[in-house]
């Protein structure tokens, strides 16, 4: 049950952090947006918000990171989770070295889908409501050209070879884990917010992201804001 107490908190990795790619001097940086989605949500709900984002915080992490805040949790705050990009990812400076060689991502699935459940479990136990948000798309030709910005040639040629010549393969490694959340959701009996739909429904959901081809940029934080306000603003 909601209080008046309620708070929204953000559990999840450089996306629920804010971080963004700017362009300064063509060079690339990272940075923080002016409003976390937290932050964002917090306004239109009218309920205070923590963000506990991590850049490139993996679902084990993750775990770490609710064991520091777990005792913060209380019965009827909502609890933003936001886990898989960095787990669907891969030791891409290992691929370029050896494209032969078996490369798993950097978590494996089952492990993902185990962990995640924990966590879920873990919040529910101390009557906070857990809230699984899905992944935004990405952009595979954009990651690839990023990723080999500081890479040889030779390099670069060995991960494409290693991706069979497409770089669809990265984005169908994220959708597997982008679907592994929505399954999660399900399996726990907890919300699933559908971010991905939101981002695909829009003419061109790549100028929602950063040039990385990975993080959203201003306009993509604000998308998936929407989306949590519009699915939380009856629940709280």
């Not at 891969?90 to 494209?99: D, F, G, S, T």
């Not at 959901?205 to 998308?223: I, S, T, V």
């Amino acid at each position: 049950m909601k209080t008046n107490k309620s708070r929204l908190i953000g559990l999840g990795d450089s996306i629920i952090k804010g971080i963004v790619v700017n362009r300064t001097d063509n060079r690339y940086q990272y940075s923080l947006t002016e409003s976390t989605i937290a932050e964002l949500c917090s306004k239109e709900l009218s309920i205070p918000s923590k963000s506990y984002g991590k850049v490139a915080c993996t679902i084990s992490e993750g775990s770490d990171m609710l064991n520091l805040h777990i005792k913060e949790l209380q019965p009827g705050d909502i609890v933003i989770l936001e886990y898989g990009g960095n787990d669907s990812n891969y030791r891409w400076k290992e691929i370029a070295l050896n494209p032969k060689a078996t490369h798993e991502p950097v978590t494996p699935l089952s492990t993902f889908a185990n962990t995640y459940r924990d966590i879920i479990k873990r919040i529910m136990y101390t009557g906070a409501m857990p809230v699984v948000l899905s992944l935004p798309p990405i952009d595979g030709e954009r990651y690839f050209t990023w990723l080999g910005a500081d890479m040889s040639e030779a390099e670069k040629a060995n991960i494409h070879t290693w991706l069979e010549g497409t770089t669809t393969n990265i984005n169908n490694g994220h959708e597997l884990y982008n679907l592994g959340t929505m399954q999660i959701a399900h399996q726990m009996l907890v919300p699933w917010i559908d971010i991905t739909s939101v981002f695909l429904m829009q003419r061109n959901y790549r100028d929602y992201l950063c040039e990385d081809g990975l993080h959203p940029n201003e306009k993509g934080q604000k998308l998936i804001a929407k989306a949590i306000i519009k699915r939380l603003k009856y629940a709280v």
